[in-house]
C-alpha cells in the first residue's frame, strides 16, 4: 500500500480489519459515523490521517451516543450547585479510602464542575467511593478513575497527585483546559494517563517521565505546546505513546529510543522539526510510527532498519526524504502501510563527511596517541576524507590526508606548535580546502582542561591552546565545523562550551580525566550519517570501549542549539542565588562538598575531594531545587538537560588506588570553587564575567559587573561569605594528562 491513490473498495477492507482493535490499546472513541465517512472519500493524506486516529482508539457502540451529546458550558446554577455538594459533603464519612484520597476526588468534582458532569452517580452522597461513577478501589485505595466521554470542563486539580495508588487514569474526551499538571508525577504506580481530546494547554511536564510503570500515554488532541521533554525516555514500560495533535514544536529527542517496548508512537499533527535521530532505530517492537504533517526534514536514518516489526509508517506533509541503499529499499519494502513524502535523498558526492583529526603528541602522550593514529588509519573506509596533524616528539610536524578513494598525501611540516591556536587554524583551513564533503568534524586529541584549553607542546615551554583567546579565535578563523569531539581530559564544561558557540552543531567531550581510545565509530558513518548520528557514535565508541570497570571516566553528547538557552537558565540560577537570604547561601555552601556534590578529579591528590573545583551543574541544580527561593530557576535549567545533553554516560571505578565515583554524572560540568580561584574573573574565561575577588588582594579593584553574566559573581559572593581566608589560586591550572590503560603500543611511522 505504498500508494496513496487506493479508492473505495481498499478502504473498506482496511476498516473491516480495523475495527476489532484490542481493547487494551487506547481510548473508546471511534464512531460508526466516522468509519462510513472515511470510507466514502478517496484515501488521500488527511483521510489517512483519519485511519491513523482510529488505529489508536477501541471501536463501542455507545461511543456513537456518546460522540453526539454536544457540550454546553456550564452555566452559573451549575457552578453554584457544585460549590454547594462540595461544600455539604465531608470526606471523613468516607469508609473504604483514605481522607487525603478521597479529598483529591474532591478536588476533582470540584475543579471540573462535577454538578454538570453527564454522569455523576453516587459522587458526594455515598461513603462508599468503589460506587462513585468511574471510580475502582483496592485495599483501601483508589485503584482507577475513568471519566472519560463525560463533559468534565474546568482544569485537572494538583491534588490528583496525592492518589499514589492509582494504576489508571482516564479523563479522555471532555473539555479540561488548562496545563497538565505536574503533580501527575507523583502518580508512581500509574500504568495507563489517558487525557486526550480535551483543550489542555501549555507544555509537557517532565515529571510524568517519573511513570516508570506506565504502559499508555495518551496526550493527543490538546493545545499542548513547547518540546517533548526527554525524561518520557526513562518510561521504558511503555507501549503506546499518542501526542499527536497539538502544537509541540523542538525536535523529537533521542531519548524516546530508549523505549524499547514501544508498540505505537505518534507524533502527527504537530510543529516538531529537525530530523529523526538515529535512536528511533532502537524500538525493535514498534509496530506504528505516525509522524506525519510536521516540519521535519532530513534523512530517514539507516538505524530503522532495525524495525523488523513496524506494520505503519506515516510522514507524509514533511520534507524527509527515503535513502536509496538497498538494506533501507529491502527494509521498506517489509512495511505494509507506508505513506511518505514523496521525496527520494539525493545521492549525495562522495565523501559524506571529512574528519579532521589533531593530534598534538608533543610531549608525553607521544606513544599512546600515535598508537591512536593507527585506529584511525585502519578504520578509514570510502565515505570519509581523513585529515591528520600530528605534532610527535619522536617525529616532528606532518599533514595526512587519505582521500576517499584510497589515495594518500603526506607532508613534512617540521616542528611546528601545536599548543598555538594558529597552527590549529591553518590546519583547519588545508584539510578543508582539500575536501569536498559536505559535513565535517574536529576531533582534537591530547591533554586538556576546561578552565584552561587544550594541546600542550613540551618543546614549546608546554605551551597550550587557550579555551577564549585562542581555539575560539582559531575556529572563527577557520570556520564552524559540524561536530567537534574533544578527546581531552575534564572539557564538557560549561565554561569550555560557551567558548564554542556558534562554531558547532554537536559537541563530544567527558566530564572527567579522559583515557585513550578506539576510533572505531569511522567504520559506522554512511552516505546519510548526520551530524547527531556521528557525535552518538563517537561517544558510543568510547563508551564501550572504555567501561571496563577499571577506568572510570564520562562522556556526553551536547545539542549545541540549546547552549544560549542553558546559559541564559544558569546565570538565571546564579543570580537566584545572590538574591537569596543569607541562610540560604550557608545551606549551599554546605552542599558543596565532594561527599554531597558531584565532582571530578582535577588537582592534588588522585582522590576525588575539595580541591577538585569542577562540579556537575545539572547535580547542583537538583540539589538546590529544593530550596523554594532557588526552585523555579533551577527547575528551568533541569527542564533543559534532556535536550542539552542528548547522550551521557558515566562509569565509576578504580584509578591508581583510588575510588571516582560518577553516579551523579549528569553531563556537563562548572566550576564551584570552595577557594578563592581569583585566575576566575572573567578575563581568562568570559563565563566567569564580573567575579570580585578584591576580598582576596584589598588594594585590588572590584571586577566590573557584566550584564547576564552572574556565575562568576555568585561562585566569588559565596566564597567571600563562607570561606574569605581561604587560600588564593591565582594562576589557571594547567591542562591535565589524557590517561592510559596499561598495556604496550607500538608507534606509527608518520613518513
Known amino acids: 500500500m505504498h500508494n496513496l491513490q487506493y479508492r473505495l473498495p481498499a478502504i473498506l477492507i482496511v476498516f473491516s480489519f480495523l475495527l476489532p482493535i484490542p481493547a487494551a490499546q487506547a481510548e473508546p472513541m471511534v464512531t460508526a459515523s466516522r468509519i462510513i465517512e472515511a470510507a466514502t472519500n478517496t484515501l488521500s493524506p488527511l483521510n489517512e490521517s483519519i485511519i491513523a486516529d482510529e488505529l489508536t482508539e477501541r471501536y463501542h457502540p455507545i461511543n456513537e451516543q456518546l460522540a453526539k451529546r454536544e457540550y454546553v458550558p456550564p452555566n452559573p446554577e451549575v457552578i453554584a450547585k457544585t460549590k454547594e455538594q462540595v461544600q455539604s459533603f465531608d470526606c471523613a464519612t468516607v469508609t473504604d479510602v483514605t481522607q487525603i484520597e478521597c479529598e483529591a476526588l474532591v478536588a476533582l468534582f470540584y475543579s471540573t464542575n462535577g454538578a454538570g458532569w453527564a454522569t455523576q452517580n453516587f459522587w458526594l452522597n455515598n461513603p462508599n467511593v468503589e460506587d462513585w461513577y468511574g471510580v475502582s478501589t483496592l485495599g483501601g485505595h483508589v485503584q482507577r478513575l475513568v471519566l472519560g466521554n463525560n463533559q468534565l470542563t474546568g482544569s485537572i486539580p494538583a491534588e490528583l497527585g496525592n492518589l499514589t495508588y492509582l494504576q489508571e487514569l482516564g479523563l479522555y474526551n471532555n473539555q479540561l483546559s488548562g496545563p497538565i499538571p505536574a503533580e501527575l508525577g507523583n502518580l508512581s504506580n500509574l500504568q495507563i494517563l489517558r487525557l486526550g481530546r480535551n483543550q489542555l494547554s501549555g507544555s509537557i511536564p517532565a515529571e510524568l517521565g517519573n511513570l516508570t510503570y506506565l504502559q499508555e500515554l495518551s496526550l493527543h488532541n490538546n493545545q499542548l505546546s513547547g518540546s517533548i521533554p526527554g525524561q518520557l525516555g526513562n518510561l521504558t514500560n511503555l507501549q503506546y505513546l499518542y501526542l499527536n495533535d497539538n502544537q509541540l514544536s523542538g525536535s523529537i529527542p533521542g531519548q524516546l529510543g530508549n523505549l524499547t517496548n514501544l508498540q505505537s508512537l505518534y507524533l502527527n499533527d504537530n510543529q516538531l522539526s529537525g530530523s529523526i535521530p538515529g ?31 513496524l506494520e505503519r509508517f506515516y510522514f507524509y506533509y514533511t520534507s524527509l526524504c527515503e535513502p536509496t541503499t538497498p538494506e533501507f529499499l529491502a527494509w521498506k519494502a517489509t512495511v505494509y502501510n507506508w505513506y511518505g513524502s514523496g521525496i527520494v535523498c539525493e545521492e549525495p558526492e562522495a565523501p559524506s563527511w571529512l574528519l579532521m583529526y589533531y593530534v598534538a603528541a608533543d610531549n608525553n602522550l607521544n606513544d599512546v596517541l600515535l598508537s591512536e593514529v593507527g585506529s584511525i588509519i585502519d578504520n578509514r573506509q570510502p565515505n570519509v576524507d581523513i585529515a591528520i596533524f600530528v605534532d610527535s616528539a619522536s617525529q616532528d610536524s606532518a599533514y595526512r590526508f587519505f582521500k576517499h578513494d584510497g589515495s594518500v598525501e603526506n607532508f613534512n611540516m617540521g616542528n611546528l606548535n601545536s599548543g598555538s591556536g594558529s597552527t590549529l587554524a591553518d590546519f583547519i583551513l588545508w584539510a578543508k580546502s582539500k575536501s569536498t564533503a559536505p559535513q565535517d568534524a574536529l576531533i582534537i586529541s591530547d591533554h586538556g582542561h576546561g578552565l584552561t584549553g587544550v594541546a600542550w607542546d613540551y618543546r614549546e ?47 563530544v567531550a567527558s566530564e572527567s580525566i579522559s583515557f585513550s581510545t578506539d576510533h572505531d565509530y569511522i567504520d559506522t558513518i554512511g552516505l546519510y550519517t548526520t551530524a547527531s548520528d556521528l557525535a552518538v557514535s563517537m ?33 538565571a540560577l546564579a543570580l537566584a542565588i545572590q538574591e537569596a537570604p543569607l541562610a540560604v547561601k550557608i545551606d549551599i555552601w554546605n552542599l558543596l562538598d565532594h561527599t554531597v556534590l558531584q565532582r571530578f578529579h582535577e588537582r592534588g591528590s588522585i582522590e576525588i575531594n575539595n580541591v577538585d573545583r569542577l562540579a556537575d551543574l545539572f547535580h547542583f541544580a537538583a540539589l538546590v531545587n529544593y530550596f523554594p527561593e532557588l526552585s523555579p530557576a533551577a527547575q528551568t535549567l533541569l527542564n533543559l538537560q534532556n535536550d542539552f545533553v542528548v547522550y551521557n554516560r558515566a562509569w565509576s571505578g578504580v584509578w591508581e588506588q583510588a575510588i571516582w565515583l560518577y553516579n551523579n554524572a549528569k553531563g556537563v560540568s562548572i566550576a564551584l570553587p570552595l577557594n578563592p580561584a581569583s585566575f576566575y574573573d572573567g578575563e581568562w574565561l568570559e563565563f566567569a564575567a564580573g567575579a570580585d575577588w578584591s576580598f582576596v588582594n584589598p588594594g585590588a579593584q572590584a571586577s566590573i559587573k557584566v550584564d547576564g553574566y552572574n556565575w562568576g559573581p555568585m561562585v566569588s559572593d559565596l566564597i567571600a561569605q563562607n570561606n574569605p581566608q581561604g587560600e588564593d589560586d591565582p594562576l589557571p591550572p594547567e591542562p591535565l594528562p589524557l590517561l592510559i590503560s596499561y598495556g604496550i603500543y607500538l608507534p606509527i611511522l608518520i613518513r
Open 279 to 309: 535512536q528511533l532505530g532502537n524500538l525493535t517492537n514498534l509496530q506504528s510510527l505516525i509522524l506525519a504533517t510536521n516540519q521535519l526534514s532530513g534523512v530517514i536514518p539507516l538505524s530503522f532498519v532495525n524495525l523488523t516489526n
Open 461 to 507: 615551554n608546554r605551551d597550550n591552546i587557550s579555551v577564549q583567546e585562542e581555539l575560539r579565535s582559531a575556529l572563527l578563523t577557520s570556520g564552524s565545523v559540524d561536530v567537534i569531539y574533544s578527546h581531552t581530559c575534564l572539557t564538557a564544561n560549561m565554561e569550555f562550551i560557551w567558548e564554542l558557540r556558534g562554531l558547532a552543531d554537536f559537541y
Open 539 to 571: 561517544a558510543e565508541s568510547y563508551y564501550s570501549f572504555r567501561n571496563r570497570g577499571y577506568t572510570p571516566s564520562t562522556v556526553s553528547v551536547i545539542n549545541m542549539a540549546y547552549l544560549d538557552e542553558m546559559f541564559v537558565a544558569t546565570n
